[in-house]
């Protein structure tokens, strides 16, 4: 089992002493309550990674008319593009040491992973506006976008951890001997194994509120990006790259510097409220364009037969003119 830091037995001696105090139950049912938690709280926060942007983006189409899941859809393939090039870019970087391995250049680790990810994601948001045009030219409609955008990578990661979870539940009363392991691999699949299951119950939680965290800051980023295009200005563009930039390198410096989970958690929900007021400050703007409606042809009138008195006339009329000429 992995062992517990001081300051997570303090906490979990508190927690277990205050149920107790209001409950009445015996710490030592607590203590066999805590482990199987984690069967409670892997599913929970693979639930929210998946749902919740679902949810949202179903909200969001529903005040973005037709449009809405196309905006959504070229949300999810901007982050999808953005990492075709984000990934190999990083594995040049690395071979060619732009992008160190050694841990003592943690500040410049930080700083190309955090330029690299502001770069490919915003320059990839910038396209699907470009081929978008007219039709994302609003705040709603950079929201709808950002939550494709934002929204499939929490998805991709809910996926990866329940996954995770079925196939750890399933061989936690295994003999993994049985599965051809052996010698090295046997022992490192049991650590493995150990420090998956060793886990504080909570820890999987602070995944889901950094991924609700993250969906945040691809909406406001997303909006930074429309004004780009609103506005006429590419600082706007730059000011999403630096600022994307900024929160992926404060994330990796934190952990570097082994931060609790749960501050590092706190801090990236800091940033989000500054996210959101971010986001707010462009509510109305003034520079929105709305896409403009599809004419819809008016059908011509149909020709009325004329009167047949009127025809009779037109016909003898038609006649005399004949014999007379």
């Not at 930074?224 to 006429?232: K, M, S």
């Not at 989000?272 to 009138?301: C, I, K, Q, T, Y």
Request: aromatic residues 8%; neutral net charge; proline residues 6%.
């Amino acid at each position: 089992m992995k062992e517990l830091a001081p300051g997570d037995v303090a906490l979990i001696e508190e927690f277990t002493a205050a149920v107790r105090h209001f409950t009445g139950v015996p710490v030592e049912t607590i203590w066999c309550i805590i482990p199987g938690m984690l069967y409670a709280t892997f599913p929970l926060a693979a639930l929210i990674e998946l749902f919740a942007p679902v949810v949202l983006a179903v909200w969001l189409t529903r005040r973005t008319g037709k449009a809405g899941w196309l905006l959504v859809g070229v949300g999810v393939l901007t982050f999808v593009g953005s990492q075709v090039v984000h990934l190999p870019l990083n594995w040049g970087l690395g071979q060619i040491g732009v992008l160190p391995q050694d841990k003592a250049r943690m500040l410049q680790i930080a700083v190309v992973l955090g330029l690299t990810a502001g770069l490919c994601e915003e320059s990839a948001r910038a396209v699907g506006y470009w081929l978008l045009q007219r039709r994302a030219r609003t705040w709603k409609s950079a929201l709808t976008l950002g939550v494709g955008h934002g929204g499939i990578e929490s998805i991709i990661v809910g996926g990866v951890v329940l996954l995770a979870f079925v196939n750890m539940a399933v061989l936690r009363n295994q003999d993994l001997a049985t599965l051809g392991l052996a010698g090295d691999q046997l022992a490192l699949a049991q650590q493995q194994m150990a420090a998956y299951w060793g886990q504080p119950w909570p820890i999987p939680l602070a995944g889901a509120v950094e991924r609700l965290t993250s969906i945040v800051m691809h909406l406001s980023l997303s909006v930074l990006v429309l004004q780009a295009f609103t506005r006429h200005n590419v600082l706007y563009y730059v000011g999403a790259v630096v600022w994307h930039a900024a929160i992926d390198a404060l994330a990796v410096i934190l952990l570097a510097n082994k931060w609790d989970l749960w501050a590092i958690e706190g801090v990236l929900a800091l940033v989000a409220l500054a996210n959101l007021g971010l986001m707010l400050a462009f509510r109305h703007s003034p520079h929105d364009v709305e896409a403009e409606p599809v004419p819809v042809p008016v059908p011509a009138p149909p020709l009325e037969p004329k009167p047949r008195a009127e025809t009779n006339a037109l016909r003898e009329q038609i006649e005399r003119s004949r014999f007379e000429g």
